[in-house]
């Protein structure tokens, strides 16, 4: 399965940015659940959110709760992260992952959950 990121780009503090990711190959994401990470510069990759294979389950980090929404649709083949009240702070670049199983729990928050992993799409908030 090959994820495609998009979106990214450069947003004063305070403003929004949704990212996509969308599968480039003939398959289906309708059976994964999906996952955003970010990496910011000189640090570790970090879990942002997750959605299980039909949208019933999903988990935030508390960074971003309340602020971001993950979401899916299934006949588009693309899950979605819709970035509000952007912060210096959320400045990384921003990875789609898939994982098969298709059930989320807490693991979700975990890198070794997810089979598949995008190219990432570099999201700059300026102060």
């Known amino acids: 399965v090959q994820l495609q990121a998009s979106g990214g780009g450069l947003v004063q503090a305070g403003g929004s940015l949704k990212l996509s990711c969308a599968v480039a190959s003939e398959r289906t994401l309708n059976n994964y659940a999906m996952a955003w990470f970010r990496q910011a510069p000189g640090k570790e990759r970090e879990f942002v959110a997750a959605i299980s294979w039909n949208g019933g389950t999903i988990y935030y980090a508390d960074s971003v709760k309340g602020r971001f929404t993950i979401s899916r649709d299934n006949a588009k083949n693309t899950v979605y992260l819709q970035m509000n009240s952007l912060k210096p702070e959320d400045t990384a670049v921003y990875y789609c992952?898939?994982?098969?199983?298709?059930?989320?729990?807490?693991?979700?928050?975990?890198?070794?959950?997810?089979?598949?992993w995008g190219q990432g799409t570099l999201v700059t908030v300026s102060s």
């Open positions: 992952a898939a994982d098969s199983y298709g059930v989320i729990d807490d693991s979700a928050r975990e890198e070794k959950v997810y089979d598949y």
